[in-house]
């Protein structure tokens, strides 16, 4: 009996070494594999999407059939009419698409000397900041710096009163050949404006971009994130618009101050109903131009633009997903030095984009392009 419980004993213990050998060299050999995988790609970028649902009753997986997704977007469209109506517009300026006019002045072939563009930023800014243009060219937008990377840049702009300031806007657009003016004053209530145009400018003029990259003139891009990092991991992406997300009732309604909504707009609201984006950097995947320009041409004109942009027309339009970009989960200890001029007060998606003051920007650029190439 003790001989048959040693023997037993024996066999056990046998069998646990190895199995505990077989298990060690496994989760090194599956260890390694990983580790080889996350070196390839240096890391994923943390971000999780929430999409526009046509109706909470499909699902993801789900693809609703043409006729029914007509009906919904109709029903969202009236919803949309009814909550910003404003009754001082007419016919012809209710509807942002119909008050751009013509350009003043644009060069069409910004994006057909190469047969594919990887980023196309749309830049709005004012006619006074010519150093902000001036450093955009030299650094995120210099396509020289990223190849084989393609990167174009469009700055758009407003009419001015302004004769002296005007001539000079002629000269650097005759310099550059970059620059695109509407016919529309340049105005801070017409930044909706600046943002249909832009959108008929890329659907008109860059159509071969793999994603369309709008910011506001005070913003430093990591273009070497973008084009290393966001570009291989995201360029199969389709109908999905990335940003920093307010979700729906979030953000109030401000019926005083800078940002005033007048009391006949969102009546009875004290929070916007749709999630939208900041506006100060966004990229939205090129299949969506056409269509957000064309829900332009009948969604109601609504002042502040990163709500009519990024949180009406998506709404209008339904079935597009909106990506939250979490870039400083996962931020490799190189990349926090980079970001290192970020301010609590400062907005920032530090992996990409940084939106800072002038006087910080050559910093922070000087410090993602020594990172990228220590």
């Known amino acids: 009996m003790k001989m048959a419980t040693r023997l037993i004993g024996g066999i056990l213990t046998s069998a646990t070494f190895w199995f505990i050998i077989i298990l060690s060299v496994t989760m090194?050999?599956?260890?390694?594999?990983?580790?080889?995988?996350?070196?390839?790609?240096?890391?994923?970028?943390?971000?999780?999407?929430?999409?526009?649902?046509?109706?909470k009753n499909i699902t993801l997986g789900e693809q609703p059939t043409n006729n029914y997704n007509d009906l919904m977007q109709q029903n969202r469209l009236a919803e949309v009419k009814r909550e910003f109506l404003d009754l001082s517009l007419t016919n012809e300026t209710m509807y942002p698409a119909n008050r751009t006019g013509n350009y003043i002045f644009s060069n069409p072939n910004v994006c057909k000397d190469v047969s594919n563009i990887d980023f196309i930023i749309i830049v709005h800014t004012a006619p006074t900041q010519f150093e902000r243009r001036q450093r955009i060219r030299a650094t995120f937008a210099n396509t020289s710096l990223f190849y084989p990377a393609q990167i174009r840049?469009?700055?758009?702009?407003?009419?001015?009163?302004?004769?002296?300031?005007?001539?000079?806007?002629?000269?650097?657009?005759?310099?550059?050949?970059d620059t695109v003016m509407g016919d529309f004053i340049d105005d801070y209530?017409?930044?909706?404006?600046?943002?249909?145009?832009?959108?008929?400018?890329?659907?008109?003029?860059c159509p071969n971009a793999a994603f369309v990259l709008k910011i506001d003139d005070d913003v430093v891009i990591n273009m070497f994130a973008l084009v290393h990092l966001f570009l291989p991991q995201m360029k199969a992406m389709k109908r999905t618009i990335f940003c920093m997300v307010l979700f729906n009732g979030t953000m109030f309604v401000h019926r005083t101050g800078k940002w005033k909504v007048d009391s006949h707009i969102l009546p009875n609201r004290t929070h916007y109903p749709f999630s939208y984006c900041t506006g100060f950097a966004v990229i939205l995947t090129p299949d969506l131009i056409n269509e957000l320009y064309q829900a332009a041409n009948v969604s109601p004109f609504f002042w502040i633009d990163d709500?009519?942009?990024?949180?009406?027309l998506p709404y209008v339009i339904g079935n597009i997903n909106f990506t939250h970009c979490e870039f400083n989960i996962f931020l490799p200890e190189s990349y926090k030095k980079a970001v290192n001029c970020t301010l609590p007060q400062k907005m920032a998606i530090p992996m990409f984009s940084l939106h800072l003051h002038d006087r910080d920007f050559w910093?922070?650029?000087?410090?993602?392009?020594?990172?990228?190439?220590?």
């Open 153 to 177: 840049a469009a700055f758009l702009l407003g009419i001015t009163t302004d004769s002296k300031l005007t001539e000079m806007l002629w000269r650097e657009h005759r310099t550059y050949n």
């Open 307 to 312: 709500v009519y942009l990024f949180g009406v």
């Open 363 to 374: 910093t922070c650029w000087y410090q993602m392009k020594s990172e990228q190439q220590s």
């Open 189 to 205: 209530h017409n930044l909706t404006l600046k943002g249909v145009m832009g959108l008929r400018w890329v659907k008109d003029h």
């Open 28 to 55: 090194i050999w599956y260890g390694g594999k990983h580790w080889s995988n996350r070196k390839n790609t240096a890391f994923s970028l943390f971000t999780w999407t929430r999409p526009y649902m046509t109706s």
